[in-house]
């Protein structure tokens, strides 16, 4: 079991910033890509943006040139850099990674248990 931790949220006012971290407790374990996604109240879930290990991010429409992701592999850390929110951005973030265990038959995916964004107009 990985348990990938979710931290950073907030309230925010539109126009502003904050930074999600993820962290995946574990051992013996590489992790290929890390992703983020959201959902907010009767919405179904969304990608946001994914990073591999290798560091090729891709993003949704949405948030580029807004969000910026990156990791470091060290740390088994996903940061995820928010700027220009708006309200429209309010959800619940989840940590999505993909885990390949030392000695496992192939890669499973883990989830955090969220953080709640909020951004104020």
């Known amino acids: 079991q990985v348990q990938p931790v979710e931290s950073g949220g907030g309230l925010v006012q539109a126009g502003g910033s904050l930074r999600l971290s993820c962290a995946a407790s574990g051992s013996a374990f590489s992790i290929p890509a890390m992703d983020w996604y959201r959902q907010a109240p009767g919405k179904q879930r969304e990608s946001v943006a994914g990073?591999?290990?290798?560091?090729?991010?891709n993003y949704a429409d949405s948030v580029k040139g807004r969000f910026t992701i990156s990791r470091d592999n060290a740390k088994n850390t996903m940061y995820l850099q928010m700027n220009n929110l708006r309200p429209e951005d309010t959800a619940v973030y989840y940590c999505a990674a993909w885990v390949q265990r030392v000695g496992g038959v192939g890669p499973h995916q883990y989830w955090g248990q969220g953080t709640q964004v909020t951004v104020s107009s």
């Open positions: 990073i591999t290990s290798g560091g090729t991010t």
